[in-house]
């Protein structure tokens, strides 16, 4: 089975901050990677599909990079809005999927 | 506009059994897998089960082998999920959704399901 693997786990950042967070595979899922963001209380919403390709209707703030196994979310200014844990998760292995363990971003 | 709308949730005895459904709306439903998805209290994302657009295909995590079966309704547009042999560990909130190579969002607000005694 693939695993994904986050980092960091947590971070703490200031509003206008530029952030980035990894997340590697263990092995190469050929870009096939999904990044989601979820708040408390709600459910994940997808942010980024297919490494970099931005969902609908997501801030243009939001970017995605990468490739075989190692891939990056940016994003470029942070706003007070974007606190919350972010999940990477491989859609290669289709339809056995696997998320990271998140990575839960804090007002610094 | 994509829905998914996830029911059934509820309190049930460990080694109980319980549905779970997912109704879904807004695309077209035989071209889609649709996977299961959980998060237990104060943790991470868990994929669970998938079946394919056909329904000919499922595949189910470790965690739930044996215990769980997915399986769809095309004439509903509405995709079932039955628990059995329920423990602690399944208490969760479990979200429906299709997380492919070009995934379909919003997801549903989910249902809670909770396994104790």
């Known amino acids: 089975d693939i695993q994904m693997t986050q980092s960091p786990t947590s971070l703490s950042a200031s509003v206008g901050d530029r952030v980035t967070i990894t997340c590697r595979a263990s092995?190469?899922?050929?870009?096939?990677l999904n990044w989601f963001q979820q708040k408390p209380g709600e459910a994940p919403k997808l942010l980024i599909y297919?490494?970099?390709s931005v969902q609908s209707g997501v801030p243009s703030r939001f970017s995605g990079s990468g490739s075989g196994t190692d891939f990056t979310l940016t994003i470029s200014s942070l706003q007070p809005e974007d606190f919350a844990t972010y999940y990477c998760?491989?859609?290669?292995?289709?339809?056995?999927?696997?998320f990271g363990q998140g990575t839960k971003l804090e007002i610094k | 506009e994509v829905q998914f709308l996830e029911s059934g949730g509820g309190l049930v005895q460990p080694g109980g059994s319980l549905r779970l459904s997912c109704a879904t709306s807004?695309?077209?439903?035989?071209?889609?897998?649709i996977s299961w998805v959980r998060q237990a209290p104060g943790k991470g994302l868990e994929w669970v089960s998938s079946?394919?657009?056909?329904?000919?295909?499922?595949f189910h995590a470790d965690s739930v082998k044996g215990r769980f079966i997915i399986s769809r309704d095309s004439s509903r547009n509405t995709v079932y999920l039955q628990m059995s042999s329920l423990t602690a560990d399944d208490t969760a909130i479990y979200y429906c959704?299709?997380?492919?190579?070009?995934?379909?969002?919003?997801w549903g607000q989910g249902t809670q399901v909770t396994v104790s005694s």
């Open positions: 959704a299709n997380i492919g190579r070009n995934p379909l969002d919003p």
């Open positions: 807004g695309f077209t439903f035989s071209n889609y897998a």
């Open positions: 079946i394919s657009g056909s329904g000919g295909s499922t």
């Open positions: 092995q190469n899922i050929r870009g096939y």
């Open positions: 297919a490494t970099s």
């Open positions: 998760q491989q859609s290669y292995s289709t339809p056995k999927y696997t």
